[in-house]
Nanobody, 122 residues
Framework: QVQLVESGGGLVQAGGSLRLSCAASGRTFASYIMGWFRRTPGKEREFVAAIHRNGVSTNYVDSVKGRFTISRDNAKNTMYLQMNSLKPEDTAVYYC???????????????WGPGTQVTVSS
């Protein structure tokens, strides 16, 4: 199983930007379709975006389309989430995981990384 560590979160004003990173251990990162998820207190973890192994095909939840961009660098075993025009409702802990299909919101790995907190103030 790939070990995942998220970073890049922080406190930002509404309308601001952040870039999250997901660093993966192991040599099999490139073989996985990867995704970003987020969780707010009292709510279930929500799918945010996914990116194909080829780094070209992507999928986003409607609420972030046009604002967030997912990308990956297989040579660096790292995935990114560029978040622009942030809104208070984007406040959450963000996690990464693998998914079976580009259209799937079901994570593959049972074990999650520590996540990274994103807080957007109004």
């Amino acid at each position: 199983q790939v070990q995942l560590v998220e970073s890049g979160g922080g406190l930002v004003q509404a309308g601001g930007s952040l870039r999250l990173s997901c660093a993966a251990s192991g040599r099999t990162f490139a073989s996985y379709i990867m995704g970003w998820f987020r969780r707010t207190p009292g709510k279930e973890r929500e799918f945010v975006a996914a990116i194909h192994r080829n780094g070209v095909s992507t999928n986003y939840v409607d609420s972030v389309k046009g604002r967030f961009t997912i990308s990956r660098d297989n040579a660096k075993n790292t995935m990114y989430l560029q978040m622009n025009s942030l809104k208070p409702e984007d406040t959450a802990v963000y996690y990464c995981n693998a998914v079976h299909y580009i259209s799937s919101s079901d994570p593959i790995f049972a074990s999650w990384g520590p996540g990274t907190q994103v807080t957007v103030s109004s």
